[in-house]
């Protein structure tokens, strides 16, 4: 018997058709730290017996799962945005409308995906998955979406793994890029932001998982910052916080090619303490994305 390899992981994902509908991946995606796991919970049936300890055996409750990796902040060469992750993006509550991706509140308008992970030799997956996405910049480095996805437990199966060539193009990194808040041009180095969706599970129990799918019922985005203090006369952080005066963040990234600006259009500072990044003042900056009804609270666009 041949040791199974961890180096040795794949995924492919698709958006479904019919929510909760298992489709076969097709599309696959350059992950990073792939973890994928049944999450359903077991349940002991002690009761009354004439003996200490378990003396039934236990059942499984709803047969979830969860899904965890990142994926490179990319686009496809062609103004648009890698395919993958427009999947997946979409399955963490973002409506696609050709090369613009924003949040919304109709459920008719989300999608789940399945999700088929292959670990050499043994085939994994989601259906009706969604999930929640975060996007964190470092300053020269890769920009990264971080994904936690949901869905019904596939039971695994022995399968190779396929044929896997995703994309070639360059990630986005935090450099040779444009960020203001407010319209002013602010030094940081760190970037974060968290869709903030709440993900659970639809019961229905026609289904042997106990539930259909997963959908998203609420989200709160938030956008984690460190820009350097400054004179009030330049930038007024303090007085924006204390009067709730909200403000439009804009970053914009290229890879020479394609475009990502990712526009947060209703901002306002939730959070502000004094901060030190290696002898420079900072602030650590939290705010509230807030969509307006004209304006989504998150918005990327790809040209």
């Known amino acids: 018997m041949a040791p199974l390899l961890t180096r040795l992981r794949v995924m492919k994902v698709k958006v479904e058709a019919a929510k909760g509908t298992k489709v076969g991946g097709d599309q696959a995606i350059l992950a990073f730290d792939q973890e994928i796991q049944s999450t359903a919970p077991f349940i002991e049936r002690r009761g009354n017996g004439a003996r200490l300890g378990p003396i039934y055996t236990g059942v499984l409750g709803e047969r979830s799962g969860s899904c965890n990796f990142s994926a490179e902040l990319r686009g496809d060469g062609s103004q648009g945005l890698e395919a993958g992750l427009a999947i997946l993006l979409q399955g963490c509550g973002l409506v696609k409308a050709s090369q613009v991706y924003s949040t919304h509140s109709a459920y008719a308008n989300q999608k789940t995906i399945s999700i088929d992970a292959y670990e050499d030799g ?26 936690e996805y949901f869905g019904a437990w596939q039971a695994p199966t022995d399968a190779a793994i396929p044929a896997f060539a995703p994309s070639s193009t360059p990630p986005m990194k935090l450099s040779g890029a444009t960020f203001s808040i407010g319209g002013s041009s602010i030094q940081i180095a760190n970037y974060e932001l968290n869709f903030g969706t709440q993900v659970v599970m639809r019961p229905d129990p026609d289904t042997n998982e106990g539930f259909s799918h997963y959908l998203i019922t609420d989200l709160t985005p938030e956008i984690s910052l460190d820009p350097e203090a400054d004179l009030v006369a330049n ?40 901060g030190d990044r290696d002898g420079i003042a900072t602030y650590d900056y939290t705010g509230q994305c807030r969509s307006d009804g004209s304006n989504a609270a998150i918005k990327i666009a790809v040209t």
Do not use: H, P, S
């Open 122 to 147: 043994i085939k994994k997956g989601l259906a009706g998955a969604m999930g929640n996405c975060t996007i964190i910049g470092e300053i020269g480095k890769r920009v990264m979406c971080n994904f």
């Open 235 to 274: 930038y007024d952080f303090n007085g924006l916080w204390l009067a709730g005066t909200e403000a439009t963040i804009v970053l914009v990234l290229t890879d020479g090619t394609d475009t990502i600006t990712i526009t947060l259009e209703n901002v306002q500072i939730k959070e502000l303490q004094g």
